[in-house]
Structure formats: structure tokens, C-alpha cells
């Protein structure tokens, strides 16, 4: 393994990792792409000729022309109906290209028992309430007969491996990308707990999840093949409220930064987004930079992705966000506007030609939308 890029999503989910990843694996070496998702979150790519991929769990990436391995590893929580409909969605790359799926034995699985479990209580935290959390907490109890994983279940067998045989692929896999899942800023052990998702969400969390262990990325001078990349968005979003059939509201989806509220997608002259998954209208916040400083310090961020630029209502606006984003040795290298290969924007140069590229591509994005 020469060098492993993994993209972390700085706030609370739906920034664009998939977009991201997507646009790096058309247009770079990786050979393999790792995940290691729940069914809770869905990760939207449009490739180069227009196709649309929305993915619970198998990687965007695999649109890579260099892909031949794509990893779900030992973190994943696994429904194994919407992986096999993903499977067959792409079935046509997957022959083409001979790609190999590789499922870790100790990933977990996703059942109606579990999603029947979490239909009435997780309504207080905003869950989108698909057995992700059920699922996990039936793997940590670790009783040997009522076990839920890979490893036992009948549907996935073609695709299961052995710890040995994900171990040595993923070994020999040269250039990896590893798309992590959530949000930093929902993370249990570093977001508003108890409104967060069911695991932790950072670097060495998305790393172990993936399998990837740290010899395969410390060379003999303990120097790490990691690159870290991040993606935010110009107004991050929390998924919704709960609400009962009188309209009273039953669940919270969590608070925000101290430095940041929440306003209406109409005071920005956005339509509602509808979350990926359940289609739920989303809550949107004002950008935070103590969130992304937070965020970007604890991961090891030095290269991001800012997506929603098209959002932003001014100049002043805009150029806060990046100088928010640009401190110290942190780069914006991305901008996008969509969900599709063309809405991205490579950024170069210094630190002031990227301000100007950034700005112009605003003036453009707005001067096309009036």
C-alpha cells in the first residue's frame, strides 16, 4: 500500500463526500476504494457521461477507471438487500473492469428486527431510524448465538472474505481512497452527545473501520501514508425534527455551534433539502468556524473540499468562509456547486489566487442562476 486518501466529512454529513470521491477516482490512480457505511446515510455521484449513483454502501468510487477492489470493511453495517441492489445497479462496471468485492467477515448486519427496534424511541434524537444503531449493539454483546455478521449470512457469501484475505488485499492494493461516513460534528465521542450518530466519526476511527491497519500506512521511518481530506459545506445541514401526526414535535435532531444558528433554506433562496434516505426535510445552519477548526485540528486536515458555494449570498459572506476554512497550513483545493463531476472546480495557487478563482467561480455560479 504506497498511499492512502481518506475524505472526512467536517460538520454534520450530506458536504459532499461522495461528489468528492466520485470526482478523485475519475480522475486518479486509485485501485482500490474501502468503505465502511450503514444504510442510515446515502452518498450521491453524477460521473463524467451523466449516470446518477446514490449508494448506502457501496463506494462511489468504484467509477474509478484504475478500480479493481472495492473494500466494505469490518465497521460497515451492512442491509444486505440494498447492498446486493447496488451490487446489480453496477454490474455493468463490475464485469467490465473484473472488480473484486471484498466484505470483511466481522461487519455487521442489518435487519428488519433491528429496524423494527428502533421505529418508536430513536423518534427523540431524530434517527433516521433504519436498525443501524440495533445492529451494532447486537455485535458488541457478542453472544455466540445470535450473532450478526458477514460472516454468517447466506446472501452476501459470494462477497465475504476471510481477516487473512481482506487483510492481504487490502495490502496489496497500491493507492486506496476510504470515503468515511457521517459527520465529524455527529461523532459520539466528539459531537453533542446523545445527538449524534452511533459511532465515532474521525480519521482513526474511518481507518479502523476500513481495516487499514498502521503498518500498512507507516513506512520503516514511521513516516504516514495518510492524506486527509476534508469536505464542508458554505450552510451545513442536521437531519430533521421529529414530529407527530398533530404536528407537535417528539424528537430533536441535536443543537449547533456556539457561533452559528439556524435560519430557513428560503432566507438563502434555496428550495428545502430532503435528506438522501428517509426524505425528510433538513435543518440548515450558518456556517461555523469553530466547527471546521475543531474539525480540521482533530483530523489532520491540511487539503478541503467546499461544497454549496452557489449558496452563499455575498461577497463578504463567501470570502469569511474561506479565510474561516485557510488558517495556517489549510488549503481549499475544491469547490463544487451540484452533485456531478462538472460542478467541481479544482482551486490552485496561492493563498490569494485561490481567493480570486473562488470568487470569480461564485460570480459565475450566481450570474447563471439569475
Known amino acids: 500500500m504506497d498511499k492512502v486518501d481518506v475524505i472526512v466529512d467536517l460538520q454534520y454529513g450530506s458536504t459532499g463526500k461522495g461528489l468528492l470521491v466520485g470526482y478523485l477516482a475519475e480522475n486518479g490512480p486509485y485501485d482500490a476504494v474501502v ?6 446515510a446515502g452518498h450521491t455521484y453524477i460521473d463524467k457521461s451523466g449516470r446518477k449513483f446514490i449508494h448506502t454502501h457501496l463506494a462511489n468510487g468504484i467509477v474509478g477507471p484504475a478500480v479493481r477492489r472495492v473494500f466494505l470493511g469490518p465497521g460497515s453495517l451492512i442491509n444486505p438487500q440494498q447492498l446486493l441492489d447496488e451490487i446489480e445497479q453496477c454490474s455493468d462496471i463490475i464485469i467490465k473492469k473484473n472488480i473484486d468485492i471484498l466484505i470483511h467477515p466481522h461487519a455487521a448486519i442489518v435487519t428488519d428486527r433491528h ?3 428502533e421505529a418508536g424511541p430513536m423518534t427523540k434524537i431524530g ?7 440495533a445492529a451494532m449493539a447486537q455485535r458488541i454483546r457478542r453472544d455466540p448465538d445470535d450473532q450478526n455478521i458477514a460472516a454468517h449470512c447466506e446472501a452476501l457469501a459470494s462477497y465475504v472474505v476471510t481477516t487473512d484475505e481482506y487483510r492481504q488485499a487490502l495490502k496489496n492494493s497500491e493507492y486506496v ?3 468515511g461516513a457521517q459527520g465529524y460534528g455527529l461523532s459520539m465521542y466528539h459531537g453533542f452527545y446523545p445527538y449524534t450518530t452511533s459511532r465515532d466519526v474521525s480519521l482513526w476511527q474511518i481507518l479502523a473501520d476500513s481495516g487499514i491497519q498502521a503498518a500498512d500506512v507507516l513506512d520503516k521511518y514511521r513516516v504516514c501514508k495518510v492524506r486527509a481530506l476534508g469536505t464542508c459545506r458554505t450552510y451545513p445541514i442536521r437531519v430533521a425534527n421529529r414530529f407527530d401526526e398533530t404536528g407537535t ?7 449547533c455551534y456556539n457561533d452559528q444558528v ?8 434555496q428550495k428545502t433539502e430532503l435528506t438522501t434516505v428517509t426524505k425528510l426535510p433538513r435543518r440548515i445552519f450558518t456556517f461555523s468556524g469553530q466547527q471546521i477548526e475543531e474539525a480540521i485540528r482533530h483530523n489532520g486536515v491540511f487539503e478541503v473540499f467546499l461544497n454549496f458555494v ?3 449570498r455575498n461577497e463578504v459572506e463567501l470570502i469569511d468562509i ?4 485557510e488558517r495556517k497550513d489549510t488549503q481549499i483545493r475544491w469547490i463544487g456547486v451540484g452533485p456531478g463531476y462538472h460542478d467541481v472546480r479544482q482551486i490552485n495557487g496561492d493563498r490569494a489566487e485561490r481567493m480570486q478563482k473562488i470568487v470569480q467561480h461564485w460570480k459565475e455560479c450566481r450570474n447563471a442562476a439569475s
Open 249 to 255: 414535535q417528539v424528537g430533536y435532531s441535536g443543537p
Open 127 to 133: 434517527s433516521t431510524k433504519k436498525g443501524v444503531g
Open 35 to 40: 468503505t465502511a457505511w450503514a444504510p442510515n
Open 262 to 269: 439556524e435560519i430557513a433554506f428560503e432566507d438563502i433562496g
Open 177 to 179: 481512497l476510504v470515503e
Open 310 to 312: 452557489n449558496y452563499v
Open 115 to 117: 429496524i423494527e427496534e
Open 322 to 325: 474561506v479565510q474561516a476554512i
